[in-house]
């Protein structure tokens, strides 16, 4: 089946650095990714969707500027978490779609811990 | 509002035993339903989608029923095993291809 590799699992960083995750699909092409946030005991809540070659799609509430999405092949999305704070801190996963089929196929997730 | 609601109290059940959990929607009127298993500290995995002129879909123990009356979907796993021991969560398309939202999950414990 299709195989979504996401990384890093988890990363650990001071507040006020930047931190950036990778999504990529590796036996597929996906033209739109998306990028989910979980809290503890919490539903995936969907951040925004990731067209490849051009801009993302943000969830109300979701701050364009401090999560920078970009879709720069078929391949690979990548998720920035800029100025990342103690409230940054969550469970970050990505999806993509093989455009043929209405399921997506998950990231393992990266545990995102700002101290 | 729009609402997506599964029982957030863990379901405790023995081995071999059938589980059941439930879903519920509000304000939606989703063309289809999935569910997804998840496992702690990992992004979730496709397990069935029903669509919504089906009423039930079956694959190896795994059972999904989808009711658009009653806006409800259950999930049902025969012949439990402890490796089912996971969240399971329901997803509908909200607005868009493939734009899911989803619900709370439900933690289900198999007990040997």
């Known amino acids: 089946g299709a195989v979504v590799s996401q990384h890093p699992s988890r990363v650990i960083c001071k507040s006020g650095t930047s931190v950036k995750i990778e999504c990529r699909s590796l036996d597929f092409q996906a033209t739109t990714m998306f990028w989910y946030r979980q809290f503890p005991k919490q539903s995936l809540m969907l951040m925004a969707t990731?067209?490849?070659?051009?801009?993302?799609?943000?969830e109300q509430g979701v701050e364009k500027d401090k999560f920078l999405i970009n879709h720069a092949s078929l391949t690979l999305s990548t998720l920035t978490v800029t100025s990342a704070h103690p409230e940054d801190s969550s469970f970050y996963i990505c999806?993509?779609?093989?455009?043929?089929?209405?399921?997506?196929?998950f990231g393992s997730g990266t545990q995102l811990s700002v101290l | 509002s729009q609402k997506i609601e599964q029982n957030s109290e863990a379901l405790n059940i023995q081995e071999g035993k059938t589980a059941t959990l439930t879903c519920n929607y509000t304000?939606?009127?989703?063309?289809?339903l999935q569910w997804y298993r998840q496992d702690p500290g990992r992004g979730p995995v496709f397990l069935l989608l029903?669509?919504?002129?089906?009423k039930e879909k079956r694959k190896e123990r795994l059972k999904v029923t989808f009711d658009t009356t009653l806006k409800q979907s259950l999930f049902h796993i025969t012949a439990s095993q402890p490796a089912d021991s996971a969240t399971y969560l329901c997803a509908l398309e909200n607005t868009g291809f493939q734009k899911l939202v989803f619900g709370t999950g439900t933690r289900l414990l198999v007990s040997p």
């Open positions: 990731s067209n490849e070659g051009s801009k993302a799609t943000y």
């Open positions: 999806s993509a779609g093989t455009g043929k089929a209405e399921k997506l196929f």
């Open positions: 029903i669509r919504e002129n089906e």
């Open positions: 304000n939606y009127s989703p063309a289809y």
